[in-house]
């Protein structure tokens, strides 16, 4: 059976490993990793998917700022190669949205396929004048208003979120 959790702490290794399974071990250089370095991941958004007690899917969400206001930046999103198509990643999606969502969270954005995040809503018009600390295939760079309109008149850089002291697990 595929259990959705919260991650653990116990989790970190396994998911590091998986990680670099899926991104290759040079993930790190990517444009979104510039967000993340040094800031902590929201734990409230942070989910495992194991099936059998066996690791095989993680997504994490990370604070960002753009132009004063806060914002999720969705991932990694990652499944055991040999564990995809099994429908693991569309319900760590739907599961993680609806979070994000009952905890008040306004706007997500990611890099990633848009012929795989479109069925979640994401569209390029919504991260169409956002700037990212680097480079990346602009047709890649996607969000989602979780309010609507939530990123209605939104410009500018997206930078390193300076709050994420307050996501973190406090026990
Ligand atoms: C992309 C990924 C997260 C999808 O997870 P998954 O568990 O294999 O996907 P699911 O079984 O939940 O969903 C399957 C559906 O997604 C589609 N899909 C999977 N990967 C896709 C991709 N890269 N682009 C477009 N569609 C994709 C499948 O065709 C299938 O579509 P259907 O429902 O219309 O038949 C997974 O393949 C993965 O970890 N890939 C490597 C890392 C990665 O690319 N992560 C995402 C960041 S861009």
Redesign the pocket.
């Known amino acids: 059976m595929y259990v959705i959790a919260n991650e653990r702490r116990q989790d970190a290794d396994e998911i590091e490993t998986l990680l670099d399974r899926?991104?290759g071990a040079d993930r790190h250089a990517k444009t979104s990793y510039r967000l993340r370095e040094g800031v902590a991941p929201i734990d409230a958004l942070c989910f495992t998917g194991r099936a059998d007690g066996v690791l095989k899917?993680t997504i994490r969400y990370w604070p960002v700022s753009i132009a004063g206001q806060e914002a999720l930046l969705l991932?990694?999103?990652?499944?055991e190669?040999a564990?995809?198509?099994?429908?693991?990643?569309?319900?760590l999606m739907w599961h993680s949205l609806a979070a994000a969502r009952a905890l008040g969270h306004r706007l997500v954005i990611?890099?990633?396929?848009p012929?795989?995040y479109e069925?979640f809503g994401f569209r390029r018009a919504v991260a169409e004048r956002l700037v990212l600390p680097g480079p990346v295939e602009a047709r890649?760079f996607l969000g989602l208003e979780l309010a609507p309109g939530a990123a209605r008149g939104l410009k500018g850089a997206v930078e390193k979120s300076r709050s994420d002291l307050a996501y973190r697990r406090t026990a």
């Open positions: 899926a991104f899917a991932g990694p999103l990652a499944i190669p564990e995809r198509g099994k429908g693991y990643g569309v319900a990611l890099v990633g396929d012929e795989y069925r890649r």
